[in-house]
Every structure is written in C-alpha cells, then in structure tokens.
C-alpha cells in the first residue's frame, strides 16, 4: 500500500486548508478573515428601537387629503378645507349639496382605498369623515416597520459592522446587535437619522422677526439651521421661514458620496435619477434668483439662491460638516430614509473585557473536557485511543477553520455547540472501536477487524449524525442570535466529526496496520 495515495492526499489537503483559515485567528501576518465573535464574545452593542408607525399612516393619509385637494381643483368643485384630524381622518367641508355630490363621485371612483366613515351637515358646510380600511391600515404599519428593518441593514452595512444581527419583534420592534462597534453614539445617530430630505422655497415675502413673535404666514412654516463659527466653535440657530410645499423630495436620488470644496471642507454631491433630475431642472429654472432650501428632518442644512438653471440632477449639500458627518449624511441618504421616526426603548453596551471572561471560561470548559476524553480515550482503547485523539484534534482545527472560511460568528453557544460535537465525535469512535473489538474476538486478523469495524459501524454513525444534522439546519433556517450560532456550530461539528470517524480514523489505521505482521492490535 502506497505512503501517499490519493485518498491520503486528499485527506491531507483538507487539513491544511484548515490551519490556513484558522492561522489569521492567531497572527496578524496572515492575509486572511478571522472568526467573528458574537456580541457576548467580543462586546458591543444592544439596541431595541420601536417604529413609530403610526406617523407612516399619518403620512399617507396627508398624501391622500393633498390628491383629494388636487382631484377637487381640477373638476372645478368648491370645497371648504381638506384636512387631516387627530384621529387619523380625514375631513373634508363641503359648501353645498352639488358640491357634496360631485365630491362623492371623485371618491367612489378615484380613492378606493378610503371610505366615508361618517358624515354630518352644519349651518355653513356639509362634513365628511373618511378614513383608511383597518386592514390597509395595519399592512402600512406592517410595510413601514420592515421597510425600516431594510433601511437600517443597509445604513449599517455600509457603516462596516462584521456580522449585525437585525430582525424584527413584535409589531413594531427591531432588535439590533453590533458586535466589536467602538463608536456608540456616532451608531446611534446613523441608525436613528430618519433622513428625510426635501428642496422647499424659502418664502421671501414673510419678516422673521413677525413670524417669530406667531404671525406665520398660511402655508409656511419656521425651520431653523445650525450654523457653526469656524474661529468659536459656537453653533447658533438661524430661523427661516420656509413654504411648506415639497418642491422635490430624496426618493429620487441615487447617490450621495463626500466631496469637498474649494477651501477642501467635506461637503455632500447628491445625483438624482431621471425623473428627479427632470424635476430638479425644471423647479431651477421657474424659480432663478429665488432661494431654495435644502431641507433634512426639518432642519435646513443651506438656503442658496438659485443663480441659473441647473441640469444633470446634481446638487450638493453644504454645512459645516466634519468628515464623520459626511460621510454618515451620505450613507443615510444612500440608503434612503426611514418610513418613520424611530426610538431607543433600550440601549446596552456589552464591554469587551466580558467578553474576554465568557471566552476564557468557555475555552477552560472546552479544554478540560478535552483533557479528560484524552486521558479517558488512551487509558481503555491504549493504542487505537492515541488514533483517536489525533482525530479529535484535528476535528477542533477543521470546525475553527470552518467558522473562519464561512465567515461565521462566534458564541458563546457556538463554543458550546464545539464542545457538543467533541463528544459526539468521541462516540463515533467508541462504537468503531468497539465493533473491531468484536471481530477480534471473533478470531480475525488487525486488518480484518479494522475493515470490518468501520464498514459495519459506519452505517450507524451517519443514521446519528445526519438525524443531528437536520436538526442543525433547522435551527439555522428559523432560528436568530444565539440560536442560529449554536447551530451553525453544530454542523460544522456534525460535518468534521463524520470526516475525522469515518475517513481520517480510517486511513491512520490503515497506515499503522500495512506493515504490521502481529496478530494483535493495540484497542
């Protein structure tokens, strides 16, 4: 029998494989990904947000009284004021009987999605209630909490967090884990940044000084803009009064990266797509020599005057910005905004240095558990036990270098599901063993024995552990957290026992036994 056959090779190749994915654990030389530890592992953060959305209804019951409005103006049809009340209705005052008739038609035809929820008829005008379907209802607040899951992801996979567990629960719950993050509130402030961005005319015609003592003109409104002393530091709030209609809004964009000025001070590029460059053209061009504000979660970042048409759909946004702020302004915008406001309920930072304690009891626990099967292992099968232990080594290399590869996390779970499958690849061995202790007793030769120990075992051994696996998959498929990472360890462990029991166990007795003329084997 050959030293090095293919089989041997093989085995071999997979081994070293191994070590190269779990040497980067170790050294920092090594040009390759580590294994990712968990957030009870290596600390943290901890954050449960609650979605408020009920302000995505709010929303779309204001899109809807604005289309009702629009609708109404062009059959020509009078009304008396279209607007949304506190109970999320929205009411519509009619001056007439032909008015309320027409208006019926406009709804029955055009706004299937609302219905008349009461009406009533006073002196001067004729009242209508409408309101959304409880059904549609509850689908937008459904849509507004994933929508706000996806954002999130997105905003936190380009902020450069390894492995982030983000999910849902509840109605309106997120739970987010950042592993290894070292900068809590610059998260924080990314992933609570709702940025909503809108281009509103600043009303030229209103004085500041008379709309800040309350007299606001109809249809404007006062929003203010931080602006900083570059000598002081000192930041100060500059009032503008700002027309409240949405001239153009950041649902259009697709870009947004940093860029810097003349004086080399970061600043926003933003790009629009077709449409919104079409539209920001055309609002440029009706609107020379006026002032555009550029707004985002109603604080306004600049208010420059419009000099000339602008085509191509770029625009910048300027404000004093750090290079922090930037490029966490550029990545909000990226990802687009949140569908409504969220809220830190709860907020924990995990240290590292506990982690650094749940990794040290963990790895305690998984060596003199090891230890212990070592001695256990030598001691009752003697020289067949060492053949086995060389097996259970290399079974811990090949799921370090499996988490490592498939760039898995980490857990403490994880490191429990390890420790699981050091004894289920343990007693793997243990019925090989003892099976070829039968046949010996039988009166076959070493090599008989071996042969047909492994052969007649083998069935066995894979009924156990592909039932386990199953299970694993299971767990992985439809579990979250500290779930899915026991039991991506587990299969890991499942897969590397099976190798270590089945093929790598073999093949070392068969390199022990091919040169050996005794009739007895050391088990």
Known sequence: MKLFSVKRVLILGVIITA??????????????????????????MHLVLEVQNIKAVEAELERTADELKKELRKAGITHLGITR??????????????????????????????????????GDFIGFHLKLPDDETDMIMKMAT??????????????????????????KRILIQLPGINDPDRAK??????????????????????????????????LYENRTDPATGNTTKIPHVIKKQVLLDGSLLVD????????????????????????????????????????????VYSAPVIQDRIAGGKAVITGNFTMNEAKDLAIALRAG????????????????????????????????????????????FKGAGLIANLALLINIILIGGGLAAFQATLTLPGIAGIILTIGMAVDANVLIFERIREELRWGKTPLAAVNAGFDRAALTILDANVTTLIAAIVLFQFGTGPVKGFAVTLALGIVASLFTALILSRSLFDLVLQKKTASTLSI
């Open 19 to 44: 070590v190269v994915c779990l040497l980067p654990t170790f050294t920092n030389t090594w040009p390759h990904k580590k294994i990712n530890l968990g957030l009870d592992l290596q600390g943290g």
């Open 337 to 380: 905004s949140l569908p409504a406001p969220v809220n830190i309920i709860e907020e924990r930072t995990v240290g590292p240095t506990l982690g650094a304690d749940s990794i040290r009891t963990g790895m305690i626990s998984m060596l003199v558990g090891g230890v212990l099967i070592l001695i256990f292992m030598v001691i009752y």
């Open 189 to 222: 402030d990314l992933i609570g940044k709702t940025a909503q961005l809108t281009f509103q005319l600043v009303d030229e015609n209103a004085g500041i000084d008379a709309a800040l003592k309350g007299s606001v003109p109809v249809g404007s409104e006062i």
């Open 85 to 122: 009340q506190e109970n999320n209705t929205i009411l519509a005052r009619l001056p007439d009987q032909d008015a309320e008739k027409a208006f019926k038609e406009i709804v029955s035809k055009d706004f299937s999605n609302i219905s008349v929820a009461a009406s009533s008829e006073k």
């Open 146 to 171: 994933e929508q706000a899951l996806e954002t999130i992801r997105n905003r936190i996979d380009e902020f450069g967090v390894s492995e982030p567990d983000i999910r849902i629960q509840g109605d």
């Open 256 to 299: 947004a990266r940093v860029e810097f000025d003349q004086f080399q001070q970061p600043q926003v590029g933003i790009e629009f797509n077709r449409k919104g460059a079409h539209i920001f053209d055309r609002i440029t061009g009706e609107n020379i020599k006026k002032r555009l504000a550029i707004v985002l979660d109603n604080t």
